[in-house]
Structures are given as C-alpha cells and as structure tokens.
C-alpha cells in the first residue's frame, strides 16, 4: 500500500484493522495481508504465497447519531495530521463542539511552543509560564483538554485518540458473547459475501466504539489486557473474532482481543503510531 498521509477517519479503522492482522498473520497462518479498496467486496484479503485463502470484514460498533457527530466535528480533518519536522509524534484531546479545523494552525503553533519548552505533557491545570507567553491560557483557549508526545515514535504528526466512555468498571472479565451475536445479525446483509465464499479463513474484526455497552468500553479501556472469558456463539463459517480497543491517549500499545477454535488471546501492537504510518 502507499498511501499518504493525512489519512482519513473512515479509513482509519480498515487500515489498523490491516496493521493488526499483518503483524500476526503467522499465528493464524497466511505469509501475506493486503487490505483492500473501497470497491472490494472484502476490508482484507489473506493469501498463502501466491494463493488467496482468505478474507476479513471490519466493523467498527457505532451510533449513528453519535457518528454524525463525530464526522461533522472531523469534516476535512485527518485523523492523523502532519507537524513539522523535528516535532515528534503527539496526541491531543479536544471537544466534539470545538472546530479543529478554524482552530488547526494555532494546534500546530501550541505544540510548537510546547516542544520548545521540552514539556511532553500538558493539561489544563498544569500552569506553564514564562516572560514571553502563557502557554496554559492559549491551551485552555484552544480547548484543548490534553496534548502528550509519545516518546520512542517515529515521524512527526499529531493524531485524535478516541474518547473514552466514563463509568463504573467491572473489574472482572468481561462478558462480550451477546454483544458480538448482535453486531454479527445488525451486519447480516453485507457479510453474506463472507459466509458464502470457499475460503479456508474467514475472520470479523470489530472495533468498540460509540454504541459498544458501557460495561465492555471500559473493561477493555481500563483493563485491556483482561480477556473475556466466556466462549463465543459465533456461527460455524466464522474462524476467527478479533475485537480491536480504541488508540489510548497516552500509550503506544495497541491491545486486541482475539478468539478463535482454540479460545481467546491477547494480541498487542507495540509503538503502533510509528507503524501505521510506515504501512500506509
């Protein structure tokens, strides 16, 4: 693939979706991943050498009213926004009513001025000042909630972590079976492709998002590397489930939970900014 950056929210989700399964294709036994175009009727397709074994569809569990939220608030915004050269790699937090694209260049010149000052770290009570600027007054004016450099990333972007759902947690395993029944009967229609072909590997990678129940958004937000421990009820075509935890603010971990035949697994990608733009 050789795409460039920015790159847009609604590929976002394919395309780590695509960096996760290439980085394990050796478990589940493909030698190559390749994630496809918008008019493929197939998000992955999985080969063995030369021969195509296989395919993957990616959902990501949303609300709608929620996502057209979402979208106004990122209209003509990449997910994934390119800074100056010596920058580094920063996350920032901001409120869906804020309008990132009047305030984008002054986002660039804030990191800016923070990268000046060597402070990797900021939030809104934390008072930084010298004799030439305030740098937590242009923060709070912004309405930036957080911004943080992620240390050993390479390239120099910054890029809008997904929002995380606040509650009580369960601080056991957490139960996912009906959650994924559902997702797979909401989405019947455009997975028949998948059931019906001969492949050997046919797999569903959903994402949590916007309408994912509570008590599963925050069991895998707070205890990503708890895995559930319930068997699925997936139906007999399915060979494998990965279900993907939204991009943390503050880590450079990405955790997935995985089931197949032979139960759950723990699958992470490590430094995953610097690796999603290298496999763009």
């Given at each position: 693939m050789n795409r460039e950056l920015p790159i847009r929210p609604q590929d976002f989700g394919e395309l780590?979706?695509?960096?996760?399964?290439?980085?394990?294709?050796?478990?589940?036994?493909?030698t190559e991943v390749k994630l496809q175009g918008k008019n493929s009727p197939f998000d992955v397709n999985f080969y063995q050498e030369e021969n195509l074994v296989g395919y993957c569809q990616v959902k990501?569990?949303?609300?709608?009213?929620?996502?057209?939220?979402?979208?106004?608030?990122?209209?003509?915004?990449?997910?994934?926004?390119?800074?100056?050269?010596?920058?580094?790699?920063?996350?920032?937090e901001i409120p869906e009513e804020i309008k990132l694209k009047k305030t984008f260049p002054q986002i660039q010149n804030f990191l800016a001025e923070l990268e000046k000052k060597n402070i990797a770290r900021w939030q809104p009570w934390m008072a930084v000042?010298?004799?030439?600027s305030d740098i937590s007054e242009i923060g709070?004016?912004?309405?930036?909630?957080?911004?943080?450099?992620?240390?050993?990333?390479?390239?120099?972007?910054?890029?809008?972590?997904?929002?995380?759902?606040?509650?009580?947690?369960?601080?056991?395993?957490?139960?996912?079976?009906?959650w994924i029944t559902n997702l797979i009967k909401k989405h019947s229609n455009s997975l028949n492709g998948l059931k019906d072909s001969k492949a050997e590997h046919k797999h569903?990678?959903?994402?949590?998002?916007?309408?994912?129940?509570?008590?599963?958004?925050?069991?895998?937000?707070?205890?990503p590397t708890m895995l559930p421990s319930e068997k699925l009820s997936i139906p007999d075509w399915v060979t494998e489930v990965w279900i993907g935890i939204p991009f943390l603010g503050d880590t450079e971990t990405l955790y997935i939970w995985n089931y197949s035949h032979l139960g759950w697994r723990l699958r992470q990608v490590h430094n995953w900014p610097t690796k999603i733009v290298k496999y763009t």
């Open positions: 780590a979706a695509a960096l996760v399964l290439d980085e394990h294709k050796a478990k589940f036994g493909v990501t569990s949303i609300d709608e009213r929620h996502e057209a939220r979402e979208a106004e608030f990122r209209k003509n915004i990449s997910q994934i926004t390119p800074l100056p050269a010596g920058m580094g790699v920063w996350t920032v000042k010298d004799s030439s709070v004016r912004l309405g930036i909630t957080s911004a943080v450099k992620l240390n050993n990333s390479e390239g120099d972007y910054f890029y809008l972590p997904s929002r995380v759902t606040f509650g009580v947690i369960n601080e056991g395993p957490v139960g996912v079976s009906d569903l990678f959903f994402w949590i998002g916007s309408s994912t129940p509570d008590d599963i958004s925050l069991s895998a937000n707070f205890y």
